[in-house]
């Protein structure tokens, strides 16, 4: 199972870094997402697949799964939803302004504006 | 064994961060709570490293949660030593915002910005736990997102999400760091992790986490193949910000790359301190290059950061008792010059109107104060003997030496050369030379004030440094002999 998770994650990471290389800001916002995808999973995967039950106390089982990398996981998610939110809406701002979305033309020169 | 003043560096600016969302239009209010609190900040933190050198380490179990289990605040004399450099920038950048951000920065919240930004920074360093530590790295990055495009200018845009999108990148990174490590050792507490590691010695899995986390960390404190993002960010924001983040941004990089190459992972050094060395040097001299190529006063002094980072780590990679005693001196050091350098370059821009030297000149005329504090400075960042970055760059090269890293050893020697030619350069340009009409932009003293403080404190800090010198040597003895940090927390 957690081979099998491993292919997955790098699959995310993969298709996340082919995102973050292209022009698009759009895409490179994409691509940060399933790279956040990833990296959660992976610490799910991390942590062990091993079969429990959920680690809830009423469930009164013999083994439970490991709650700490579920409470990392989300911490990061929210975190991460912070971030890619902020960077929406700079994408945005950033297109009303400048007029592009394409990484090329928002490149710097000295004396720029 | 808790203690209360650990948490306090941290509370008094989240507390006031959320305090001054309340009071947004009212400039002036802001203003006296922002620079009140940042000295109660800076205070607090002065109390604590008294209690530390006095006491020793000193824990804070967060809900009386034992240390492995619970997450623990740890403020070691190195950490507090931080605390203290840090907070005094951020009460000068904070005087010197009052007359340069301007009101339509200050009414979108920037003070509160401020403080969240220095909160993360308080509690990335006194945090015991890997996890911990990216959450504070989070809070001071998400603060640092909203400082560099407040204003929302064209190049603030375009900088800030190049900005964002490597730290996204290198946090995302992190996790995934955070993720390996906990799979090999069960623990995300820095001592455990470093008593486990020494129970059970550091596999070969375990030096490529310590290499990943170098990365994630490198890219962080802009060490060399990482150091690109660096330039056009630091040129976009106001120069207050700027002193904030090439003061203290980078350093909390460079601190904990100390902090878990020191800690944790101190048994394969022969391929993780030589790459950090490597790597240190390739820094330096890529930083000497960028601000010897450059004829713009911030774009120089930004390049002198990334020197200043190489010339730390090294310090760290040679990892005898002197070098590390030397990297804590030249630390402090440089977050307080840059903090100074930034400020005065900021004034430099603004009494001249343009940022590039060579349309400068002439301006030790009318503005001699300015120009005597920034060749002071200068002196001071090359580590010309009287001023405070000589001791530093001293014991760094002696404990090259001592390594056996003569050549790096030297080119931490010559670095000095070209810091000092980059600086001259400027100072010569602009302030030597044929006056050229400069347009006028009012009275520059209340804005040299902060800067004049920082760079008193950096004289004394090189003139007095028989009395920094205990400080020094009990935060060098915790990064030597990590089973000091590792009893304080677990108490054995």
Same mark, same amino acid.
């Not at chain 2, 994630?216 to 106001?238: C, D, N, Q, R, T």
């Given at each position: 199972?957690?081979?099998?998770?491993?292919?997955?994650?790098?699959?995310?990471?993969? %298709?996340?870094?082919?995102?973050?290389?292209?022009?698009?800001?759009?895409?490179?916002?994409?691509?940060?997402?399933?790279?956040?995808?990833?990296?959660?999973?992976?610490?799910?995967?991390?942590?062990?697949?091993?079969?429990?039950?959920?680690?809830?106390?009423?469930?009164?089982?013999?083994?439970?799964?490991?709650?700490?990398?579920?409470?990392?996981?989300?911490?990061?998610? %929210?975190?991460?939803?912070?971030?890619?939110?902020?960077?929406?809406?700079?994408?945005?701002?950033?297109?009303?302004?400048?007029?592009?979305?394409?990484?090329?033309?928002?490149?710097?020169?000295?004396?720029?504006? | 064994?808790?203690?209360?003043?650990?948490?306090?560096?941290?509370?008094?600016?989240?507390?006031?961060?959320?305090?001054?969302?309340?009071?947004?239009?009212?400039?002036?209010? &802001?203003?006296?709570?922002?620079?009140?609190?940042?000295?109660?900040?800076?205070?607090?933190?002065?109390?604590?490293?008294?209690?530390?050198?006095?006491?020793?380490? &000193?824990?804070?179990?967060?809900?009386?949660?034992?240390?492995?289990?619970?997450?623990?605040?740890?403020?070691?004399?190195?950490?507090?030593?931080?605390?203290?450099?840090?907070?005094?920038?951020?009460?000068?950048?904070?005087?010197?915002?009052?007359?340069?951000?301007?009101?339509?920065?200050?009414?979108?919240?920037?003070?509160?910005?401020?403080?969240?930004?220095?909160?993360?920074?308080?509690?990335?360093?006194?945090?015991?736990?890997?996890?911990?530590?990216?959450?504070?790295?989070?809070?001071?990055?998400?603060?640092?997102?909203?400082?560099?495009?407040?204003?929302?200018?064209?190049?603030?845009?375009?900088?800030?999400?190049?900005?964002?999108?490597?730290?996204?990148?290198?946090?995302?990174?992190?996790?995934?760091?955070?993720?390996?490590?906990?799979?090999?050792?069960?623990?995300?507490?820095?001592?455990?992790?470093? &008593?486990?590691?020494?129970?059970?010695?550091?596999?070969?899995?375990?030096?490529?986490?310590?290499?990943?986390?170098?990365?994630?960390?490198?890219?962080?404190?802009?060490?060399?193949?990482?150091?690109?993002?660096?330039?056009?960010?630091?040129?976009?924001?106001?120069?207050?910000?700027?002193?904030?983040?090439?003061?203290?941004?980078?350093?909390?990089?460079?601190?904990?790359?100390?902090?878990?190459?020191?800690?944790?992972?101190?048994?394969?050094?022969?391929?993780?301190?030589?790459?950090?060395?490597?790597?240190?040097?390739?820094?330096?001299?890529?930083?000497?290059?960028?601000?010897?190529?450059?004829?713009?006063?911030?774009?120089?002094?930004?390049?002198?950061?990334?020197?200043?980072?190489?010339?730390?780590?090294?310090?760290?990679?040679?990892?005898?008792?002197?070098?590390?005693?030397?990297?804590?001196?030249?630390?402090?050091?440089?977050?307080?010059?840059?903090?100074?350098?930034?400020?005065?370059?900021?004034?430099?821009?603004?009494?001249?109107?343009?940022?590039?030297?060579?349309?400068?000149?002439?301006?030790?005329?009318?503005?001699?104060?300015?120009?005597?504090?920034?060749?002071?400075?200068?002196?001071?960042?090359?580590?010309?003997?009287?001023?405070?970055?000589?001791?530093?760059?001293?014991?760094?090269?002696?404990?090259?030496?001592?390594?056996?890293?003569?050549?790096?050893?030297?080119?931490?020697?010559?670095?000095?050369?070209?810091?000092?030619?980059?600086?001259?350069?400027?100072?010569?340009?602009?302030?030597?030379?044929?006056?050229?009409?400069?347009? &006028?932009?009012?009275?520059?003293?209340?804005?040299?004030?902060?800067?004049?403080?920082?760079?008193?404190?950096?004289?004394?800090?090189?003139?007095?440094?028989?009395?920094?010198?205990?400080?020094?040597?009990?935060?060098?003895?915790?990064?030597?002999?990590?089973?000091?940090?590792?009893?304080?927390?677990?108490?054995?």
């Amino acid at each position: 199972m957690e081979i099998l998770m491993c292919f997955v994650c790098g699959f995310l990471f993969m %298709v996340s870094v082919y995102l973050l290389l292209s022009k698009s800001l759009l895409r490179i916002i994409i691509g940060t997402a399933l790279l956040s995808h990833g990296a959660h999973l992976l610490i799910l995967t991390m942590g062990g697949l091993k079969k429990g039950a959920a680690p809830l106390l009423g469930e009164h089982a013999a083994s439970y799964v490991d709650p700490l990398p579920q409470a990392l996981i989300l911490t990061a998610i %929210v975190i991460s939803f912070g971030v890619t939110s902020f960077l929406l809406v700079l994408a945005y701002r950033s297109y009303q302004e400048l007029g592009t979305d394409n990484l090329d033309h928002m490149r710097g020169r000295e004396g720029h504006e | 064994m808790s203690n209360p003043l650990v948490m306090l560096p941290l509370l008094v600016p989240l507390l006031t961060a959320v305090l001054l969302i309340f009071f947004s239009r009212k400039v002036v209010l &802001q203003r006296w709570i922002s620079a009140g609190a940042s000295l109660i900040t800076l205070i607090l933190s002065i109390l604590l490293a008294a209690d530390v050198h006095a006491n020793g380490i &000193q824990i804070e179990e967060i809900g009386g949660w034992k240390a492995p289990f619970g997450i623990v605040f740890v403020a070691d004399m190195y950490a507090s030593l931080l605390l203290v450099t840090s907070n005094l920038v951020c009460f000068a950048a904070v005087l010197y915002s009052f007359h340069t951000v301007g009101r339509d920065r200050e009414v979108f919240f920037y003070h509160s910005g401020v403080h969240f930004l220095i909160a993360g920074i308080t509690g990335a360093f006194l945090t015991g736990d890997i996890f911990n530590l990216f959450v504070f790295f989070e809070v001071l990055l998400m603060a640092s997102y909203l400082l560099i495009v407040l204003g929302g200018t064209k190049i603030q845009l375009r900088e800030s999400i190049k900005y964002i999108v490597i730290n996204v990148v290198a946090s995302a990174l992190f996790v995934i760091t955070v993720a390996y490590l906990y799979a090999i050792t069960g623990t995300l507490n820095m001592a455990d992790l470093s &008593q486990k590691l020494s129970e059970n010695g550091q596999s070969g899995l375990l030096t490529v986490i310590a290499i990943l986390l170098l990365v994630v960390f490198g890219i962080k404190g802009a060490i060399f193949p990482f150091y690109f993002w660096l330039p056009g960010s630091y040129e976009a924001p106001p120069a207050a910000v700027t002193a904030l983040f090439g003061a203290l941004l980078t350093k909390v990089g460079v601190y904990s790359i100390t902090r878990v190459y020191t800690l944790i992972f101190i048994h394969d050094k022969g391929v993780t301190h030589e790459v950090l060395a490597w790597l240190a040097a390739l820094t330096i001299l890529f930083g000497v290059i960028g601000s010897l190529s450059y004829w713009d006063v911030k774009k120089i002094v930004i390049y002198n950061i990334v020197t200043a980072i190489g010339v730390i780590l090294f310090g760290v990679a040679a990892a005898t008792p002197a070098a590390l005693e030397g990297s804590i001196y030249y630390l402090l050091h440089d977050i307080v010059i840059k903090g100074t350098l930034f400020l005065l370059a900021g004034s430099i821009a603004a009494v001249a109107g343009t940022s590039q030297i060579k349309q400068m000149g002439g301006l030790i005329k009318s503005h001699p104060a300015l120009a005597w504090m920034f060749f002071i400075a200068a002196l001071s960042l090359a580590g010309i003997p009287p001023f405070s970055g000589f001791i530093g760059k001293l014991k760094i090269v002696q404990g090259g030496f001592e390594a056996g890293h003569y050549g790096m050893a030297l080119v931490v020697l010559l670095s000095s050369l070209f810091i000092l030619q980059s600086m001259m350069r400027i100072f010569i340009r602009a302030f030597w030379g044929e006056e050229k009409p400069a347009p &006028q932009k009012g009275v520059i003293k209340p804005v040299l004030f902060p800067a004049a403080l920082l760079l008193a404190v950096s004289v004394l800090y090189g003139l007095g440094t028989e009395f920094a010198a205990p400080f020094i040597t009990q935060a060098a003895e915790v990064l030597n002999d990590p089973t000091i940090y590792i009893d304080a927390v677990l108490k054995e």
